[in-house]
T-cell receptor
Framework: GDSVTQMEGPVTLSEEAFLTINCTYT??????LFWYVQYPGEGLQLLLK?????DKGSNKGFEATYRKETTSFHLEKGSVQVSDSAVYFCALNSNQAGTALIFGKGTTLSVSS | EPEVTQTPSHQVTQMGQEVILRCVPI?????FYWYRQILGQKVEFLVS????????KSEIFDDQFSVERPDGSNFTLKIRSTKLEDSAMYFC???????????FGPGTRLTVL
């Protein structure tokens, strides 16, 4: 079945460091890909998405490019802030009617000043 | 900005009791979902609902679980006889179309004693 694999955390960075969180997927067909963020004590918020190959999703300085050839959707940010500390989830949706989001295990990011 | 709301934010119950978790999806959305997140683990899909019927469910969603849209605005998850292992954060989500981004509520933390 479809699945998402994320790099294991936690990831600990200093403010202004470069961030990469790796995400690869296995899916039949052409899924949509998402990054969700969960700040401490809160629910899930959509960070960015891409719906087809070579699309780049971006938001709040974060970017991710849908790479079909490597089945990847790595999350990057050029300069992280303390406020970016959260758990980041990569997810996919098969685009069939009413189907589930399939999440990776999540990567905890901790940014210190 | 429209948002998904959930009540209560925290529910404590005794093992074997029935609980009903409530959600109000975004008003023009047609697809509704329940997910759960056991503490420290990944977000897991439970069920999706469209046109007043279940469109997909996971193996977690056994006979103890049921969903209902009792009126034009609420979407509920019932657990008939709670078990200790049902303790988790339960997230409701909705989407306008299939395959579109899903908007999550803030979650209900269920604690089964």
């Amino acid at each position: 079945g479809d699945s998402v694999t994320q790099m294991e955390g936690p990831v600990t960075l200093s403010e202004e460091a470069f961030l990469t969180i790796n995400c690869t997927y296995t899916a039949t067909g052409y899924p949509s890909l998402f990054w969700y963020v969960q700040y401490p004590g809160e629910g899930l918020q959509l960070l960015l998405k891409a719906t087809k190959a070579d699309d780049k999703g971006s938001n709040k300085g974060f970017e991710a490019t849908y790479r079909k050839e490597t089945t990847s959707f790595h999350l990057e940010k050029g300069s992280v802030q303390v406020s970016d500390s959260a758990v980041y989830f990569c997810a996919l949706n098969s685009n069939q009617a009413g189907t589930a989001l399939i999440f990776g295990k999540g990567t905890t990011l901790s940014v210190s000043s | 900005e429209p948002e998904v709301t959930q009540t209560p934010s925290h529910q404590v119950t005794q093992m074997g009791q029935e609980v009903i978790l409530r959600c109000v999806p975004i008003s023009n959305h047609l697809y509704f979902y329940w997910y759960r997140q056991i503490l420290g683990q990944k977000v897991e899909f439970l069920v999706s609902f469209y046109n007043n019927e279940i469109s997909e469910k996971s193996e977690i969603f056994d006979d103890q679980f049921s969903v209902e849209r009792p009126d034009g605005s609420n979407f509920t998850l019932k657990i008939r006889s709670t078990k200790l292992e049902d303790s988790a954060m339960y997230f409701c989500a909705s989407s306008e179309t299939s395959g579109d981004e899903q908007f999550f509520g803030p979650g209900t933390r269920l604690t089964v004693l």
